[in-house]
């Protein structure tokens, strides 16, 4: 930490784009590459207040939640035949349930694509068209919801959306994807699981980051909605899951990941980020993003929240534009 906040050269998060952290971990070690990231999006003018706040809940008062308002998660790939694995959003649950917040599991397909998945949630937000809505997703839930954000008429369904927080989202594919893909065998292998439970791989191959591909479109955010990312910045003496583990090793080269995505590539997105030390793409261990995410829910529907969301020198939500740093 020390030697990251002393390091000269890229002192504004802007400059760490994804070729730049990528030769930081060449040189230095991805360890390094990650600490320093780190490092730039807590000082930085856009995340450090926002981060601030969160850490120092003791600076403001919750008040009473607001009555007209649910909480809808959107879970993560394998969420019900990997519930273990905080896919399903179990842990968000239990918080909103603590608080005495109304929660709901958006039904979509474990394994659907992203066209499916999007018309599931686009059904779910009609439903609750008359309440304020705070969208919650896990991993590839992100990516559900970014394509269904580019569907026609997208803004008539978020028009109740307040708040989307976005835990380690994919939202420009997964590097994970392409190598579970790039050879014979690991193909074989990621057919060989899908097909023994009866699901497909098309939802592994829109996950490929490309230029070219679902997910490759920019995203736009409708002016009414804040974006909140929370994302896992592990190093890897952290990762205590096997699968993680793995993952990381191969993604690693890349530069710095939580397993499951590009660091840069979730610094790159608009709104507001959380980084969560030590924490992987599954946010392990559980108590201290069990404790950010209710802090988090709390600072998103105290009344006297709303006001404060737009901080000084930031983008306005409605040109906001994401776009994949490592495409």
């Known amino acids: 930490m020390a030697r990251a906040a002393l390091y000269p050269q890229f002192q504004s998060l802007p ?97 659907g694509t992203l066209e499916e998945n999007a018309a599931t949630l686009l059904e779910c937000l009609s439903a609750h068209g008359h ?11 992100g990516a559900d919801v970014k394509f269904a954000l580019s569907l026609p008429k997208a803004q008539e369904h978020f028009r109740t959306v307040s708040n989307w927080i976005n835990i380690c989202g994919t939202l420009n594919g997964s590097p994970v994807a392409k190598w579970l893909l790039s050879s014979k065998p690991r193909f074989f292998l990621a057919w060989l699981y899908c097909k023994c439970r009866g699901h497909d791989l098309a939802f592994i191959r829109e996950l490929q980051p490309s230029v070219q591909g679902s997910l490759s479109t920019l995203l736009k955010l409708p002016d009414s909605m804040r974006l909140i990312n929370i994302v896992g910045f592990p190093l890897k003496r952290h990762l ?8 990381y090793q191969r993604v690693a080269s890349y530069g710095p990941t939580d397993g499951g995505l590009l660091l840069a590539d979730a610094c790159s997105l608009p709104g507001l980020l959380y980084p969560l030390w030590g924490a992987d793409h599954y946010l392990r261990p ?26 000084p020198g930031e983008i306005p939500a409605i040109d906001q534009i994401a776009q994949t740093s490592s495409a």
């Open 15 to 111: 400059e760490l784009t994804a070729e730049i952290l990528c030769e930081i971990s060449l040189e230095n070690g991805v360890d390094f590459a990650t600490t320093l990231l780190y490092d730039r999006v807590k000082r930085s003018q856009q995340h450090s207040s926002f981060i601030r706040q969160i850490e120092q809940p003791q600076s403001w008062t919750p008040k009473s939640f607001p009555t007209n308002m649910i909480v809808l998660v959107v879970p993560a790939a394998f969420y019900k035949e990997n519930p273990n694995s905080g896919a399903d959003g179990k842990l968000i649950i239990e918080e909103a349930n603590r608080l005495g917040l109304r929660i709901k599991l958006v039904p979509v397909s474990s394994t």
């Open 131 to 141: 309440e304020e809505i705070i969208l919650v997703s896990l991993c590839k839930g």
């Open 240 to 247: 205590t899951n096997r699968f993680m583990r793995l993952c």
């Open 286 to 311: 559980e108590s201290r993003a069990r404790q950010i995410i209710s802090t988090i829910l709390k600072y998103l529907t105290t009344a006297d929240r709303k006001e404060t969301l737009c901080l």
